[in-house]
């Protein structure tokens, strides 16, 4: 099975900290995803990576930044958190970039900014 | 530009009750893939089923079925003889064909199921 593993399951940083959320999937996926989910406006996309190195923004990628050194691992970065980002962090993988393959989703990480 | 709207944003069935989510979606591609996955409590998504848009065959999997409609650009989901372990927050979404993958979610129906 897939398996996809977040580095925090809750994380509570104060505004201003920088703050690093780790993904890691273990099935040799090119595409990787982060998310934000919010009460009424469903997941929406922060960025995503098809390969190491490469990263696309997503919907509202403003505040955010993402590191994939490794094909594994996918990190985003809050540069300066604020409360405003409190949320909850769902990173995904799939196969390939086509729209064919589901994606794999991890346990995802309650950010609490303070 | 791509939509996906989930209309019900919670629904409440008493145990054994069949209960339907709606998605509709808005897409001006030709080919396109629709999807509903699954949120426990426990908060990982998993996937549940995927459709394309040249296939318009429901799909029975079990007490679930999808009854997907071009014409009224909908992906409806049917649980039959709910049960508690359904509650959970359901995601209908929609992607593109090729490029680097750009799914769009709904933005969730929570449905609970009462014993």
């Known amino acids: 099975d897939v398996k996809v593993t977040q580095s925090s399951r809750y994380l509570v940083k104060r505004t201003g900290e920088k703050v690093f959320l780790e993904c890691v999937q273990d099935?040799?996926?090119?595409?990787m995803f982060w998310y934000r989910q919010d009460p009424g406006l469903g997941l929406r996309l922060i960025y995503f990576?098809?390969?190491?190195?490469?990263?696309e923004k997503g919907d509202i990628p403003e505040g955010y930044s993402v590191s994939r050194e490794k094909k594994e691992r996918f990190s985003l970065i809050l540069e300066s958190a604020s409360t405003n980002q409190t949320s909850m962090y769902l990173c995904a993988s799939s196969p390939a970039p086509r729209g064919y393959y589901e994606q794999y989703f991890g346990p995802g990480t309650r950010l609490t900014v303070t | 530009a791509q939509k996906v709207t989930q209309a019900q944003t919670e629904i409440s069935v008493v145990e054994k009750e069949d209960v339907t989510l709606d998605c509709v979606y808005e897409?001006?591609?030709?080919?396109?893939?629709l999807f509903w996955y699954k949120q426990p409590p426990s908060g990982e998504l998993v996937f549940l089923i995927r459709?394309?848009?040249?296939?318009?065959q429901n799909e029975i999997s079990g007490r679930y079925s999808w009854n997907f409609q071009k014409s009224t650009s909908s992906f409806n989901f049917t649980i039959t003889a709910s049960q508690v372990v359904d509650s959970a927050v359901y995601f209908c979404?929609?992607?593109?064909?090729?490029?680097?993958?750009?799914?769009?979610f709904g933005i969730g129906t929570k449905l609970q199921v009462i014993p």
């Open positions: 990576s098809y390969d190491v190195k490469m990263k």
């Open positions: 979404a929609l992607s593109q064909p090729g490029g680097y993958q750009k799914v769009t």
């Open positions: 897409t001006r591609d030709t080919t396109y893939y």
């Open positions: 459709r394309n848009s040249f296939d318009e």
């Open positions: 099935m040799d996926h090119e595409n």
